[in-house]
């Protein structure tokens, strides 16, 4: 049992850089310890020292078994009370028929199986304490049109499918399961599609910019210390179960 007095402990996939890395710092603001995985030691490494205390890294691989298992292994002394399932790839931006299958298996393979993976391993220990969270990162990419993307947006829906599902599966046992659906954020991977789409276009990254962010009713993008805020506030909601949550700047609007 876990003591009431420490402070709940969060995984963070993909926690060395972007979206992982904001969501980290609002996690560790908040009071949370947090453990940072991924890929690439030197960016959990560099992470965790601008964290400083309570902050913990492991490498992984969550589209691979055996790398996932070995990483339930190393935290068997962790009380992992929070999943943030963040880790994910853009995949290729041509159209459908340009995509090789091993180019679509890969964006599937680390943005659904490694959610799968890591929920696999890291709920029993939930359920048994009949208490935890798990967070997984969709898009509003999932819910509309996004021309030349089809293996990401597709992979995107099936973490929606992935969330509610599991969700009905443990409610129950006191683990809560929801999806933030981020619209688009400032960041390195905006940057490369606004260069993509420059080049295609045969226009300024700025204007690309622009006319991505004027499809937002806010007219921007979001900046990726929202989408770390939007997660702890997820996990201040008690009654939020089996829902996703939309932080688009209105790109989507229901």
Avoid at 138 to 156: C, D, N
Avoid at 193 to 204: Q, W
Wanted: aromatic share 4%.
């Amino acid at each position: 049992m876990a003591d009431p007095t420490e402070p709940r402990t969060a995984l963070i996939t993909g926690g060395g850089s972007g979206l992982g890395r904001a969501i980290a710092r609002a996690l560790h603001r908040a009071g949370y310890r947090v453990v940072l995985t991924g890929r690439r030691p030197d960016a959990l490494a560099a992470t965790a020292a601008q964290l400083g205390s309570r902050a913990r890294t492991a490498t992984v691989d969550v589209a691979d078994p055996a790398s996932v298992a070995a990483l339930a292994d190393e935290l068997a002394d962790e009380t992992i009370s929070v999943l943030v399932n963040n880790a994910g790839i853009p995949g290729p931006v041509k159209p459908l028929v340009e995509i090789a299958p091993d180019e679509w298996d890969e964006v599937f393979a680390v943005n659904v199986r490694g959610m799968y993976l890591m929920c696999r391993a890291f709920l029993p220990a939930m359920i048994r304490r009949g208490q935890g969270d798990v967070i997984n990162l969709a898009s509003v990419s999932g819910k509309r049109p996004l021309a030349l993307r089809t293996p990401y947006t597709a992979s995107k829906m099936a973490v929606l499918g992935l969330t509610t599902t599991l969700g009905a599966e443990v409610g129950r046992s006191g683990v809560r399961v929801n999806s933030l659906s981020p619209g688009p954020v400032r960041g390195e991977r905006m940057t490369r599609n606004f260069r993509l789409e420059s080049e295609r276009l045969g226009i300024s990254e700025d204007e690309a910019e622009r006319a991505f962010a004027s499809r937002a009713t806010l007219g921007r993008l979001l900046e990726e210390d929202e989408v770390g805020a939007a997660v702890v506030a997820m996990l201040e909601m008690t009654g939020l179960h089996c829902a996703d949550i939309d932080l688009s700047a209105g790109m989507v609007a229901r």
